[in-house]
């Protein structure tokens, strides 16, 4: 019963490239959050999904970013002409169903960590 | 808004002693709480949720009690060992069930 899984593990951007960061959530579930972990600082929420929708993505910077989590695939998260001030963790999760229903735990994976040179 | 506060920031003790972890958050609004461990390099392993109806939640040697009323939130390790050593999150939802608001969490060492 695999987890959430992400990749890549580690990802080296020069300035100016674009970040592709893959999500697979858990078998059975349809539900997928997009976190960010920046140095010295907690993790901030930054869009949820739902399959071919985006229900929330108020946590998204308002350029550059871009999410979606097509009918087939994982959720990919792109950053486009990335800077140093993305460098950060990158954490997926994912629920079987809308929380606000169950209150059931987030289940993270174990992120992707984005280095910008 | 919601801001979640952990105290201490870090803490180091020796193998065997029990040791309690704080959490506190500023709007007691909430669903639910729920406590992660996480790893130097890894993700986030969920380790207790509280619903808001509940006071405490147990899982082995993990206790976590939470105060709605107070805006507090503890989390009780008894018996520690080094595998414990991690750094521990508490986490509540802020505006929406899915929009997690963390704190910065608590670097814990457990020395042998």
């Known amino acids: 019963n695999a987890g959430v899984m992400q990749n890549p593990r580690h990802l080296v951007r020069r300035r100016g490239q674009e970040a592709r960061l893959r999500c697979s959530p858990m078998?059975?579930?349809?539900?997928v959050y997009w976190y960010r972990q920046l140095p010295e600082e907690g993790l901030k929420f930054m869009v949820y999904?739902?399959?071919?929708?985006?229900?929330?993505e108020s946590g998204m910077p308002k350029e550059r970013f871009s999410a979606e989590f097509p009918k087939e695939g994982p959720s990919i998260l792109r950053i486009q002409q990335v800077v140093r001030g993305d460098s950060a963790a990158y954490f997926c999760?994912?629920?079987?169903?809308?929380?606000?229903?169950?209150?059931?735990?987030?289940?993270f994976g174990n992120g992707t960590r984005l280095t910008v040179t | 808004k919601q801001e979640v506060t952990q105290i201490p920031a870090a803490l180091s003790v020796p193998e065997g002693e029990n040791l309690v972890l704080n959490c506190s958050f500023t709007?007691?609004?909430?669903?639910?709480l729920q406590w992660f461990r996480q790893d130097p390099g890894k993700g986030l392993t969920s380790l207790l949720l509280?619903?808001?109806?509940?006071r405490e939640q147990t899982s082995g040697r993990l206790n976590a009690s939470l105060d709605k009323s107070s805006g507090r939130s503890t989390l009780y390790i008894a018996a520690s060992q080094p595998g414990d050593s991690a750094t521990y999150l508490c986490?509540?939802?802020?505006?929406?069930?899915?929009?997690?608001?963390f704190g910065k969490g608590t670097l814990l060492t457990v020395n042998p």
């Open positions: 999760a994912s629920s079987p169903r809308d929380r606000g229903v169950d209150n059931s735990p987030l289940h």
């Open positions: 986490a509540v939802p802020g505006g929406s069930n899915y929009k997690l608001t």
């Open positions: 709007d007691s609004a909430i669903y639910n």
């Open positions: 078998k059975g579930h349809s539900h």
């Open positions: 509280i619903q808001s109806s509940q």
């Open positions: 999904l739902q399959k071919e929708n985006i229900i929330d």
